[in-house]
């Protein structure tokens, strides 16, 4: 259990460099808002990777007095995962795997940051049967292929749908689409529209991605 008092100033530092995202490997929740009831509040917790005492988690007898308060000896976590590394599984959580998870995080939120709005990308999924099995399409992962040279246009075209184009059957993904609809508009491949393409395949996902 931490002792010291962070100063304002170094959480609001901490919440810029997370991005306000728990900095756990694979977790990256929103700490502003109950997933539940989506209610907005802070539900972060501050979290030491050297304990601010000696006798804390992973505490140091010279180094815990010294980084109590330093932004390179804390993490942003959601209340699951601050649990976990200070009380469940301190062992398996050394100083070193949590800087690492705070350095990867954080270095991942800055290159997000750094997309500029000419990045933006319409998210177009182009998905076919394997035998019996369909193949299931995830705006999800088609936005982290994306990654890092471009990005979804945004949130509420993934949310609505209105970015997935649904392709007729048997149409050739390469050198053959010829046209695709949504949501009642419509551009031809000889169009303005149609600027830039990258094609990312997964087996039976194709990912186009287009500037409009």
């Known amino acids: ?26 977790c990256s929740e929103r700490l502003w808002l109950d997933t539940l009831t989506q209610v907005e509040f802070n539900v972060a917790y501050v979290a030491h990777i050297i304990a601010d005492s000696a006798d804390g988690p992973r505490g140091d007898e010279d180094l815990s007095p010294k ?16 649990r976990l590394v200070d009380k469940e599984q301190v062992k398996e959580h050394s ?9 990867e995080h954080e270095d991942r939120m800055e290159l997000l940051g750094d997309l500029k709005p000419d990045k933006q990308s319409h998210v177009l999924l ?9 193949a299931a399409l995830s705006l999800r992962s088609a936005a982290q292929a994306m990654l890092p040279e471009w990005y979804p246009r945004n949130q509420e075209h993934s949310k609505s749908g ?33 600027l830039r393409a990258t094609f990312v395949t997964f087996q039976s996902l194709a990912l186009l991605h287009s500037r409009f």
């Open 1 to 26: 259990m931490s002792v010291t008092s962070v100063p304002e100033r170094v959480r609001l530092r901490l919440w810029g460099k997370a991005a306000g995202r728990c900095e756990y490997e694979g």
């Open 67 to 82: 980084l109590k308060a330093e932004l390179s000896n804390l993490m942003l976590l959601c209340d699951k995962h601050h």
């Open 95 to 103: 100083v070193e795997r949590l800087q690492r998870m705070k350095r």
């Open 126 to 134: 182009y998905g076919a049967n394997i035998g019996d099995q369909s």
């Open 162 to 194: 209105c970015a997935i184009v649904q392709l007729q059957t048997g149409a050739p993904i390469i050198g053959g689409l010829n046209k695709f609809t949504c949501k009642g508009w419509s551009r031809n491949k000889s169009g303005r529209g149609l």
